[in-house]
C-alpha cells in the first residue's frame, strides 16, 4: 500500500508502508482511564455521565468480553464499546486514532464486536450515527451496515419522581 498526503503512523520515508504489528485485546477496567482520555480526544466521540468509571464497570459487568481496544505496541490507538440486551447488540465510542485510520483497525474492531455477539446468540448489532458525522457513515456503508427506513432515535433522561 503506497502513503498518500500526510504521512501516517508506520509510513516508511520511502513513502511505501510496513507492516504494523496491531494488537486487539479485550477491554478490560485497567484500560479505562487510557481508553477514556483517548475518546476524548476524538472530537466525533461524545463523552457523558454514562462514561463514568461506575457506568463502566456496570456496562462491562453486564457486557463482559465484548468491548475491545487496539495497541500499537504499548499505545492505545483505537476502542470501541460493545453489549446486548439479549436481544440487539449496541456499538458505542468506536475510534481509531487518526494517525492510525484506512489501515482496516476500525474494521478488525467492529469485527471482533460482532464475532462476540454471535457467541452471545445475538443476530443484530445496531449503532447510533450522529447525521452530521457524513464521512463515518461512509464507514458503516462500506462495511455492511444499513440505515433503517424512517426511524428516529428518541431519548428521556431518567429523573427521580416521574
Ligand atoms: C470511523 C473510523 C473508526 C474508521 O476507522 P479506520 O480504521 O480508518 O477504518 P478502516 O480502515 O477499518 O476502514 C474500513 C473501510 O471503510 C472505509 N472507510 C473508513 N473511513 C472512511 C471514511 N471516513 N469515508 C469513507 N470510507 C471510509 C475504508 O476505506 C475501508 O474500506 P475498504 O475495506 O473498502 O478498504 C475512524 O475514521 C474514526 O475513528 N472516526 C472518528 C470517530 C467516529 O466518528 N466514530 C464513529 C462513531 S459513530
Redesign the pocket.
Known amino acids: 500500500m503506497h502513503c498518500t498526503g500526510r504521512q501516517k503512523a508506520g509510513a516508511c520515508e520511502f513513502g511505501v508502508r510496513h507492516k504494523m504489528n496491531i494488537e486487539i485485546t479485550k477491554f478490560s477496567m485497567s484500560d479505562y482511564e487510557e481508553a477514556t482520555a483517548f475518546w476524548a480526544s476524538?472530537?466525533?466521540?461524545g463523552l457523558d455521565d454514562a462514561d463514568s468509571i461506575s457506568s463502566m464497570q456496570s456496562f462491562i459487568k453486564r457486557n463482559p468480553e465484548l468491548s475491545f481496544v487496539a495497541r500499537h505496541g504499548r499505545e492505545l490507538i483505537?476502542a470501541v464499546l460493545c453489549g446486548h440486551d439479549g436481544r440487539r447488540g449496541y456499538?458505542h465510542?468506536?475510534?481509531?486514532?487518526?494517525d492510525?485510520?484506512?489501515?482496516?483497525?476500525?474494521?478488525?474492531?467492529?469485527n471482533k464486536c460482532l464475532s462476540a455477539l454471535y457467541r452471545c446468540g445475538v443476530s443484530r448489532c445496531n449503532?447510533?450515527?450522529?447525521s452530521r458525522?457524513e464521512?463515518?457513515k461512509?464507514?458503516?456503508e462500506?462495511?455492511g451496515w444499513t440505515t433503517y427506513d424512517g426511524l428516529e432515535i428518541m431519548y428521556r433522561n431518567v429523573e427521580p419522581n416521574v
Open positions: 476524538i472530537p466525533e466521540v483505537g456499538l465510542h468506536l475510534a481509531v486514532n487518526p492510525y485510520r484506512g489501515r482496516g483497525i476500525g474494521k478488525r474492531l467492529v449503532i447510533f450515527v450522529y458525522n464521512k463515518e461512509e464507514f458503516w462500506k462495511t
